[in-house]
């Protein structure tokens, strides 16, 4: 049971593709594919009819190695469906990549999403079933040969595997003694119809069709379809017949790959209540009142064992790392430092690292240098280690003796704002996970933390809604200034820090994060009626405190911006923009905290006319020194 968890690689970005009519279906779906690949692209793959043979070709890495090898073939089919793989953890590798077939290679599928009871259903169909990857997509092929060897019918199978399915999934299902159908279904993953003149095609995004259609039609989640070249039929859970609208889409082809954003940045900032469902799916158990990940492990002696936890990092990751030295020692109970990896790497500290030290490196890319090297002179000291990362099998990844992945899908912006919340997100999880191992966290708080943030992504939609106008409103009013003071306290300073960086690095305005606090050991004097000062005040226990250093600055003739929480009417008196996000648990502020100073960074660096998505002098990735 244990193994077979560890060993199990699932996938939750991925681009998917389905297309039947009068093109070359192979040609059709490299070409979508290739427009998927934004999604990710750590192996790829097809499943046509090729001498009336369901047929599947699969190749790890980029596309070109698929296209490569399907060169050599003259395919000639009619009808087909592909996949491009992001895999949130686990190896790349041919038997892992899509289409998955059933035993008997009656069905194929593709699959976009997590299968969360999918270990369940494989140690049900074990014994029947020839298991070929380590996948949870697998089971879906197995379960749909088993339904379909009952029903007889490819759309009653898919109706019936759906029902056993726990988790998100888009699916697009090929069976060989329907040449000329494709089945769908689709729950809390992306899936689309397009439709054309004696053609049709399914994917996860219209970026994928819009060369061959511009005709779509959005599948709700329970959806069932079934596409051949004439006709799309959708249908209910229960294969009650139901109309979904069919829309014209004006978008070009790089708008479509942006979702109709202008910038990937602001995409990315949208796509945080979505991440964090998805970072949360399958590790929070309600019942048992605790966290699971796949590939931590440590047992209990070790992590009760651990009497200091060093935190390695850059950029908006150490920020990440800073608010976690917080859940460390309040929740947890070790002590906790958080270093950046570049100054880290060349300290002598191996004196002070030893086997009950736990290093925790974050880095969304994986491939930060100085993280990477930072990383590895801890780990000579015999340390306990842990890596977060968003890409799968990253260079720290498999430097670790412990991962947990982000599941953030690529963030292509320069500016990291999705993998920030969903680090953040782990963070919490890893904390928690440490303090009920070691039984040093109480278990009603437990309940709570893990209620709130099962919350937190209807509580960011709600921040993305109320306060885009307002930044975008403080960008134009604001973005003349040459220098910003940004504010906070306790586990929001951090965010203060971020804030200031995200503006620095989009916007090229000077930008200060800085412990409230603090101001009055030097920094006040900066402030007069040209600085703009942005303090991050919502409720909490130093609530009061950051409440006076509003009216010290305010005082100075600062222009105050405040950030408070809902229903904090009184903080209007002393500021003379505020924007509000909706309450949460104070150690789960941040998330929420940093949603508007996103959209100010963006929406400042809009109007000055900068590049958000590549400023100038960055890399996404820092892979030298
Ligand atoms: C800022 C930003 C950078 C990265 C830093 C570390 O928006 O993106 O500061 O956070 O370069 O990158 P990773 O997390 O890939 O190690």
Redesign the pocket.
Known sequence: MILLKLFVWRTNMCGIIGYVGKRIAERVLIDALKKLEYRGYDSSGISVFNDGTLSTFRKVGKLINLESDLAERALTSRIGIGHTRWATHGKPTELNAHPHSSTKNKITVVHNGIIENYLEIKQQLEKECNFQSETDTEVIAHLLEKCYAVEGDLLKAVACTVKTLKGSYALAVLCQDKSNEIVVAKNSSPLILGLGKGEMFVASDITAILSYTNKSMVLEDGDIGVITKNTVQVYDKELKKVTREIREIKWDAVLAEKDGYKHFMLKEIYEQPQVIEDTLRGRVNLEENDVAFDYVNLNEEDIKNIDRVVIL??????HAGLIAKFLMEDLVGIPCEVDIASEFRYRKHLNVLNAETLVIA???????AD?IASFEAAKKANVKNLVIS?VIDSTLARKSDNVVYTRCGPEIG????K??TAQLCVLYLVAIFLGKKRKSIDNDLVALVLKELLKLSQKMSQALKNTKAIMEDWAKKFHKKHSFLYLGRNINYPIALEGA??LK?ISYIHAEGYPAGEMKHGPIALIDENMPVLTIATQSSVYDKIAANVEEARARGGRMLVIASEGNDKIRYQSEFVVYVPKTMEILTPMLNIIPLQFLSYYIAEIRGCDVDQPRN?A???TVE
């Open positions: 990092a850059c950029g908006t990751s150490y974050i880095s969304q890319s994986g491939e930060t993280t968003n320069v500016a990291s704002t993998a920030f960086l995200k690095e960055l996404k990735s820092v």
